[in-house]
Nanobody, 120 residues
């Protein structure tokens, strides 16, 4: 009903930048909040940043000042601009959306993830 596809991951040197995108598709009535999560090997999935439909944002403390989350409601797309990347930012980054499809119930949806690797 709702599909999320991330893109923009890759390999970058420490101090570099990447921009992730998450495109939502399917029979979508409305997308409420959206967020980026990440999971490093051997660690639990953690929140990176989230954005409400109206554009209110919140960030994990370690990302404040380096990452910027945004969304385009008309395109059902969310972005994450990541600057000053560090090796500890290496992880699989997942897109999440709280969405209401035209048929079905409101639910949380996840993308398949995109790998971000930061070399030292």
């Amino acid at each position: 009903q709702v599909q999320l596809v991330e893109s923009g991951g890759g390999l970058v040197q420490a101090g570099g930048s990447l921009r992730l995108s998450c495109a939502a598709s399917g029979s979508i009535s409305i997308i409420y909040s959206m967020g980026w999560y990440r999971q490093a090997p051997g660690k639990q999935r953690e929140l990176v940043a989230a954005v409400s439909r109206r554009g209110s944002t919140n960030y994990a403390d370690t990302m404040k000042g380096r990452f910027t989350i945004s969304r385009d409601n008309a395109k059902n797309t969310m972005y994450l601009q990541m600057n000053s990347l560090k090796p500890e930012d290496t992880a699989v980054y997942y897109c999440n959306a709280d969405a209401q499809p035209f048929s079905g119930i409101r639910d949380n949806y996840w993308g398949q993830g995109t790998q971000v690797t930061v070399s030292s």
